[in-house]
């Protein structure tokens, strides 16, 4: 059997890859990967959203959100990716800094897990000598959770000081983690290492020097952290500053990614390694006239559906027999990871739960030429009225032309020609309507397909909505 190594980020789109955005980053590290050694997935979307409903997708190998939301592994599922591999004769190791994983109990699985602590306002350690000073405007930044009076983005810099540093930025600290532990343990095959960098994540705190590449001539307040709400908060400006600290972030992570792959070069891993590369969701920073990944906004009443920028995010997969510099359009997604990677390596694992994912090994391997014929990222829901509350996240639907959202931003249904407007901009529903209503239906179908109960069914079975309901959506804080 091989080893296996999953490397997880948060919150990377799949446009911040190989310049492909309007506004480039700079990815050289992730660029060459793909380019030199990895299979690239080109049609991989988010299942399950956001943080650890994907990434319970991921252990699982089984979707969760038709079913659940935000909750412990082992509440979700019998299965676990670790435990399961461990059946099997594999070791298993967490590093991450994403501060969820560990409130989820995703460590149990595993026989070592280790965290940084302190991303996203994780108060480990307080310091109340000091004062909490506001370093984003409240009108500018996500309000809640609040402590002592002050928001996330505040709390975040105050815990952990801003790194001047970037030996003191935690992609720094994850990947020297990794490094070390691969240096210590590269010989006691076979092992499986999940290594979860919660960047480029907000706040955005690169070191300013790596900001001013992208925007040099800003000189108002550094903008750390959308307000997950209407883009219109924000001048031309602080938008472009914004965006500047987000691909700050998004190159610091490619470069201590870039360094732990090395370091299989150094230690000779390939050939015995399976590694993948992917992300849980992107971000919206200006695109359809709002910022952040979900809406959270008082200001705001718009239902947010899961457009590309958020829901289409990079995989690739390297090592083995996995073909060098080869670009795959199929569509996957994150129930699917689990199987395939398992494939690959040759591990046989008895899941006490039956998995839902399906393998896209034989596609990678070039014995079959598809995959899945769709993909469709979707949130869990709690309706009180029946209809989905104001402002939820709702899902999209993806083909190879198509992007469909059931409920659009404002309760109507949107259709997207994702082969000219692969950022869904230009709503073309109204002249398709039975295209509109075959995706609908095929919505219908993958729901039923999953044992979605009536509730679910008879929540999204009418496309739109004339009014939003009460309830609740999955995010990351109540």
């Known amino acids: 059997m091989k080893n296996i190594i999953l490397i997880i980020t948060d919150t990377f789109r799949y ?12 990815t050289p590290e992730l660029d060459r990967f793909a380019a030199e050694r990895a299979t690239a997935v080109e049609g991989f979307y988010t299942g399950s959203f956001p943080t650890i409903p994907h990434r319970t997708d991921v252990a699982t190998g089984v979707l969760g959100w038709p079913h659940y ?19 099997t004769g594999y070791v298993s190791q967490l590093i991450c800094d994403c501060p969820h994983l560990f409130n989820s109990r995703f460590q149990h699985g595993f026989d070592a897990a280790f965290q940084h ?15 909490i000073p506001e370093v984003v405007a409240r009108d500018k930044t996500r309000l809640h959770p609040e402590f002592r009076g002050r928001t996330l983005v505040d709390i975040h810099r105050w815990v952990n000081r801003y790194p001047e ?22 010989t006691a095959d076979p092992f499986f290492l999940w290594v979860d960098f919660f960047d480029p994540h907000e706040p955005w705190d690169a070191p300013e020097y790596l900001v001013r590449r992208y925007d040099p001539d800003y000189d108002g307040p550094p903008m750390l952290h959308p307000n997950y709400g209407l883009a219109q908060a924000y001048t031309d400006a602080e938008l472009h500053n914004l965006w500047a600290h987000y691909a700050a972030e ?4 490619d470069r201590w990614v870039g360094r732990v792959l090395q370091k299989l070069d150094d230690l000779q891993l ?34 947010w559906p899961l457009y590309p920028e958020l829901g289409h995010v990079p995989f690739l997969l390297a090592g083995g027999e996995v073909p060098r510099g080869q670009s795959l359009p199929i569509f996957a997604q994150p129930v699917d990871i689990l199987p395939t990677l398992c494939e690959l390596a040759g591990a046989a694992i008895d899941p006490p739960q039956p998995l839902e994912g399906q393998s896209f090994a034989g596609a990678v391997l070039g014995r079959t030429a598809r995959h899945r014929d769709y993909a469709i990222s979707g949130c869990h829901v709690r309706p009180v009225s029946g209809v989905p509350p104001r402002c939820a996240s709702t899902p999209f639907v993806i083909t190879e032309r198509w992007g469909y959202a059931p409920v659009g931003a404002y309760g109507t249904p949107e259709l997207y020609d994702l082969a000219a407007d692969p950022l869904a901009e230009a709503n073309v529903a109204a002249d398709h309507p039975q295209v509109c209503r075959d995706l609908h239906a ?4 993958h729901l039923a397909a999953h044992g979605a109960s009536e509730e679910v069914m008879d ?12 309830g609740s959506w999955a995010v990351d804080y109540d």
């Open 250 to 253: 998004s190159e610091l992570v």
């Open 442 to 445: 095929l919505l219908l179908d």
């Open 459 to 470: 929540l999204w079975r009418s496309a739109g909505c004339a009014t939003g309901g009460g």
């Open 270 to 303: 390939w050939d015995n390694t399976i590694v993948a590369i992917t992300s849980d969701h992107g971000m919206s920073i200006g695109e359809h006239a709002r910022t952040g990944k979900s809406n959270i906004s008082d200001s705001d009443q718009r239902y």
């Open 15 to 26: 446009d911040s890859l190989a310049g492909r955005a309007a506004r480039p980053v700079r």
């Open 117 to 131: 602590r302190g991303q996203e306002a994780d108060r480990h350690l307080l310091r109340l000598n000091d004062p």
């Open 165 to 186: 540093c970037e030996a003191d930025t935690f992609p720094a600290k994850t990947g020297s983690t990794t490094i070390r532990w691969l240096e210590e343990n590269s």
């Open 69 to 87: 939301g935000w909750q412990p592994i082992d509440v979700s599922s019998r299965n676990h990716v670790a435990a399961l591999l461990r059946g």
